[in-house]
């Protein structure tokens, strides 16, 4: 057997390995979902497997569609990201508030912005006004912004996609597991629990009158109830803000303006309608940053690598051509076939 064809069958066995275990992840990661569904699987144990579940979808996209795989891969993040989500207020430990309060207080010579806002603009209560009728319907955007920037990308430029889709999914998945680790009650919350004074929620005002009391009702089970404690960080910031990286990274001035105001926009409707602090906004920032940082610096290893590689490959090459020139040997003959 010839070194290329017992190489190509070692590349063969391991495509072949990394294909089987990618189905096998996916795979456990939906009878997971079943037995969540069916016996209350525990969150702790769901979680690590429907991370497991995604990242294997991601491998088994790659090497299936180079086109569609990336918008399937990342519909599938998004489906267990949500069944997570739900998952994540569910283990039990404490819900915390005081810590953000406490550090907003500080921050802001002894003022909660959110209270601050409300009292100062209005309209946030039973009559809602313009400025919270435009922060609701920023709000309500956010459910399209992100996913638009990854078929934006996929549709106009589609040598990013994979790493635009990994970025954005890294982003949901980072504040995700902080919504594990740290569940936090909104100012909404905390204000119902007499912690803050000054505050309430603004969208149950802003939207039974723009949608009407049962599509409204219908609209917050679906996406608020599963998960109210999911506060730190704000996701809705960071899915949105780190559109802005995805700008630069294609290059794009025009994305990173859109991305900028809107996040600017997003960011003062979250934390007027009592959403969400000013330190979750901020901690979505950094899951931001931190995504991109991730994806680009392992993206630019493997360039620098297999630059690299190339190189010694080339430097290789020319030292065998040097000794067989100085030794004056023949060149190698070229089997056929």
Not at 6 to 30: K, P
Not at 112 to 129: F, H, Y
Not at 196 to 210: D, H
């Amino acid at each position: 057997m010839r070194v290329s064809q017992i190489r190509q069958w070692r590349a063969m066995s391991r495509s072949d390995v990394v294909g089987v275990v990618s189905w096998t992840a996916l795979a456990v990661g939906l009878v997971a979902l079943l037995l969540r569904q069916t016996i209350s699987l525990e969150p702790v144990v769901f979680a690590p497997l429907g991370g497991v579940a995604v990242v294997g979808a991601f491998v088994i996209a790659r090497r299936w569609s180079e086109s569609w795989g990336v918008l399937l891969a990342y519909l599938v993040s998004m489906f267990f990201f949500i069944q997570m989500r739900d998952a994540a207020d569910e283990t039990g430990l404490p819900i915390l508030t005081a810590y953000v309060i406490d550090w907003e207080l500080w921050m802001f010579a002894g003022v909660t912005p959110t209270a601050w806002l409300q009292a100062r603009i209005g309209g946030a209560a039973s009559d809602p006004g313009f400025a919270a009728v435009f922060a609701a319907i920023v709000h309500w955007t956010w459910f399209v912004f992100p996913h638009a920037a990854v078929v934006g990308v996929w549709w106009l430029a589609r040598k990013y996609a994979w790493r635009v889709t990994i970025i954005v999914a890294l982003t949901f998945y980072l504040g995700l597991a902080l919504y594990f680790t740290v569940p936090t009650a909104p100012p909404w919350m905390a204000a119902e629990q007499g912690l803050i004074s000054g505050v309430v929620r603004g969208m149950n005002a802003v939207g039974p009158s723009l949608l009407g009391e049962g599509l409204y009702a219908w609209a917050f089970e679906a996406m608020a109830e599963p998960n109210p404690t999911a506060a730190m960080p704000s996701l809705h910031f960071a899915a949105s803000f780190v559109v802005v990286g995805v700008g630069l990274l294609v290059r794009s001035w025009k994305v990173v303006g859109v991305a900028l105001i809107y996040s600017a926009a997003l960011a003062f409707s979250l934390v007027y309608l009592g959403e969400h602090y000013i330190a979750d906004i901020m901690a979505g920032a950094a899951v931001a940053l931190i995504a991109c940082c991730v994806v680009e610096g392992v993206h630019g290893a493997r360039v620098q690598h297999a630059r690299r590689r190339a190189q010694l490959i080339a430097i290789v090459q020319r030292a065998h051509q040097w000794l067989r020139e100085a030794l004056r040997l023949p060149p190698s003959r070229i089997e056929a076939g």
